[in-house]
């Protein structure tokens, strides 16, 4: 079902692109264009039938992370209430499950290897590394206090991992079931910290954003710069770009929004984009 949503975009992002949305246990897939907004697939985790009862009821139920990966043809989504799974673009059908409890990140490694960010749980506060052909088994685990994001870099060979007061980076050393992540550098966060969100900028930087704001992340001087249109703003959950786009959610109730912003990089142009039936959380393009 097609749901389109009255809104224009300016003539500089008038592309037709995709973008990911998640919250519940939905994960939604928009066409932004000039024409406005197109729901164009949908994948519900109580309706996954190749999933054990407890993903389908309880682990998924809170979705907070949707990254396309493998050029758009899999989807990786991460749960507070306790799941991750790799889902198929094509079919719908799950590829890769974990129980990860409190998990909030998670992105693809080479050689088929899967790095998830668990926030503040039982056994969670870690960052856990996994095989994508190998569901529910733990390679290695790492210490990460209120993990909340995971990005490898291809160019750099390092994964970027935040938590509530560090931006951490990480090289995978060895291979096969010798594979292992070693911690190479540690960034403190600025402001009050309490790490939100952590996503590429597309020029060799990252969006961070914490509890007080959003900011520019350089790894090569280590250096945090304010990042103005979004500052000051509390409790910006996800930033994604996609050339000079970008889109934002801020929590609007609790820890969710019933919608998202689409702007250019320099805050001008911004558009509203109302979602029903879905407690947002994240946003990323394809």
Same mark, same amino acid.
């Given at each position: 079902?097609? %749901? ?8 500089? =992002? ?6 990911? !949305? ?39 139920? &809170? +979705?907070?992370?949707? *990254? ?6 899999? +989807? ?6 306790? =799941? !991750?799974?790799? %889902? ?14 409190? !998990? &909030? ?10 790095? +998830? !960010?668990?926030? +503040? ?25 209120? =993990? &909340? ?46 790490? &939100? ?39 910006? *959950? ?19 929004? =019933? ?18 039936? %879905? ?8």
């Amino acid at each position: 079902m097609l %749901i389109m949503m009255a809104f224009l975009l300016s003539a500089a =992002g008038s592309a037709n692109q995709l973008a990911y !949305a998640c919250g519940g246990d939905q994960v939604r897939e928009l066409r932004i264009g000039a024409g406005g907004a197109a729901e164009t697939w949908r994948w519900t985790a109580s309706d996954a039938t190749d999933l054990p009862a407890d993903y389908r009821e309880q682990m998924l139920a &809170h +979705i907070d992370e949707c *990254k396309p990966l493998d050029d758009g043809r899999a +989807i990786l989504v991460t749960a507070s209430t306790g =799941g !991750a799974v790799l %889902i198929d673009r094509a079919t719908g059908r799950v590829t890769f499950r974990a129980r990860v409890p409190m !998990a &909030h990140s998670a992105d693809l490694l080479p050689g088929g290897r899967i790095a +998830i !960010a668990l926030s +503040i749980a039982t056994d969670g506060d870690r960052l856990e590394l996994y095989d994508r052909r190998r569901s529910e088994q733990v390679i290695q685990t790492l210490p990460l206090p209120s =993990g &909340h994001g995971a990005v490898w870099d291809a160019r750099r060979q390092r994964l970027f991992a935040l938590s509530h007061d560090l931006v951490q980076a990480f090289r995978l050393t060895g291979r096969g079931d010798a594979a292992r992540l070693r911690e190479t550098a540690r960034w403190t966060l600025p402001g009050r910290r309490d790490g &939100h969100d952590l996503s590429p900028g597309g020029d060799g930087r990252y969006y961070v954003t914490t509890d007080d704001g959003a900011w520019r992340f350089d790894p090569d001087d280590g250096s945090f710069t304010l990042y103005a249109p979004l500052n000051p703003a509390l409790r910006v *959950k996800s930033v994604s770009a996609a050339g000079d786009r970008i889109a934002w959610v801020q929590a609007e109730q609790s820890w969710w929004a =019933g919608g998202f912003t689409v702007m250019a990089a320099d805050g001008r142009d911004r558009r509203r984009v109302p979602l029903d039936g %879905i407690h947002l959380y994240k946003v990323r393009w394809r």
